[in-house]
Structures are given as structure tokens and as C-alpha cells.
């Protein structure tokens, strides 16, 4: 049996593939580009946020939520699962999107 926090309160049966897949890709991102390098990013004081911003607004995470301007206007589920896997990472990179 799994203990993760969604197989103990079922929360996917809640949400969309669509929400799975966002999901799935933003935690893929946080693993892979994010985590490494957040603690080296801490003892530096040192963020490379213009290159991040960059790379989030590739992903259609940045305004993902509002509506017009070229944002995606997307469901305020979706954008929580995206801050959620932000946040897991560090809590000033969530605040970036």
C-alpha cells in the first residue's frame, strides 16, 4: 500500500488527466532542473531568477491562471497542483510564478 499523501485521501480521483499531466511534468521539472541546485542557490544568495522565469514561462506556468494577455487562463485546480509541486521544491521559486 502506498502512503502518499494522494493514495491516502484519494485526491487524484478528484482531478482531470489534464491536472495529472501538469502535475506530473511540474514535479518532473522541480526533480530535475530545480532541487539540484537549491542548495548551492542558498549558500550563494545567489538565484538565476531571469533564466528560471525563462524556463517557467516555457512550461505555461507563468499567469498560467489569468485570463487575456496571452495567459492561459487556466483552472485555479490546476494552478494550485503547479504551486503545490513548487512549493515541495522551495517556497521563493513558488512565489516566482
Not at 537549491?38 to 525563462?54: M, Q, Y
Not at 507563468?62 to 485570463?67: K, S, V
Not at 487575456?68 to 512565489?95: F, H, I, K, P
Given at each position: 500500500m502506498?502512503?502518499?499523501?494522494?493514495?491516502?485521501?484519494?485526491?487524484?480521483?478528484?482531478?482531470?488527466?489534464?491536472?495529472?499531466?501538469?502535475?506530473?511534468?511540474?514535479?518532473?521539472?522541480?526533480?530535475?532542473?530545480?532541487?539540484?541546485?537549491?542548495?548551492?542557490?542558498?549558500?550563494?544568495?545567489?538565484?538565476?531568477?531571469?533564466?528560471?522565469?525563462?524556463?517557467?514561462?516555457?512550461?505555461?506556468?507563468?499567469?498560467?491562471?489569468l485570463?487575456?494577455?496571452?495567459?492561459?487562463?487556466?483552472?485555479?485546480?490546476?494552478y494550485?497542483?503547479?504551486?503545490?509541486?513548487?512549493?515541495?521544491?522551495?517556497?521563493?521559486?513558488?512565489?516566482?510564478?
Amino acid at each position: 500500500m502506498s502512503t502518499t499523501i494522494e493514495s491516502l485521501l484519494d485526491l487524484d480521483s478528484l482531478l482531470t488527466p489534464e491536472d495529472l499531466e501538469l502535475r506530473t511534468m511540474v514535479r518532473q521539472f522541480g526533480e530535475q532542473r530545480l532541487r539540484p541546485n537549491i542548495a548551492e542557490w542558498f549558500e550563494t544568495g545567489e538565484v538565476p531568477v531571469r533564466d528560471l522565469a525563462v524556463e517557467i514561462g516555457k512550461l505555461g506556468l507563468l499567469g498560467m491562471h489569468l485570463q487575456g494577455y496571452g495567459c492561459g487562463g487556466s483552472t485555479a485546480t490546476a494552478y494550485g497542483l503547479v504551486c503545490q509541486e513548487l512549493e515541495a521544491v522551495d517556497s521563493g521559486l513558488r512565489s516566482l510564478v
